[in-house]
């Protein structure tokens, strides 16, 4: 079973920016294509940003484009979530799991985006 470990949240005033890392236990996320997924208090989860295997190919929810960049480093079993022009309505917690998800979650990173 792959552990998922994201980091990288924080506060964070509206505009800013924040880097999200997510490192996994194992290599066998280099052969998935991989996702940033966030839950914002009393909503559902929801897929915000996916990256291809060989991370030639994104696709961003319409919420968050051209503000967020997904990219990975195979190498390092990472997954990172750049994220520019922080709004209010980014605040949540972030996920990385696979696209579609595996049914084990990690903890999690607070992104809250206040001033």
């Known amino acids: 079973q792959v552990q998922l470990v994201e980091s990288g949240g924080g506060l964070v005033q509206p505009g800013g920016s924040l880097r999200l890392s997510c490192a996994a236990s194992?290599?066998?996320?280099?052969?998935?294509?991989m996702g940033w997924y966030r839950q914002a208090p009393g909503k559902q989860r929801e897929l915000v940003a996916r990256?291809?295997?060989?991370?030639?190919?994104?696709n961003y929810a319409d919420s968050v484009k051209g503000r967020f960049t997904i990219s990975r480093d195979n190498a390092k079993n990472t997954v990172y979530l750049q994220m520019n022009s922080l709004k209010p309505e980014d605040t949540a917690v972030y996920y990385c799991?696979?696209?579609?998800?595996?049914?084990?979650w990690g903890q999690g990173t607070q992104v809250t985006v206040s001033s």
């Open positions: 799991n696979r696209d579609p998800s595996w049914p084990a």
């Open positions: 194992t290599s066998l996320i280099t052969i998935y294509p």
């Open positions: 990256i291809s295997t060989g991370g030639k190919t994104t």
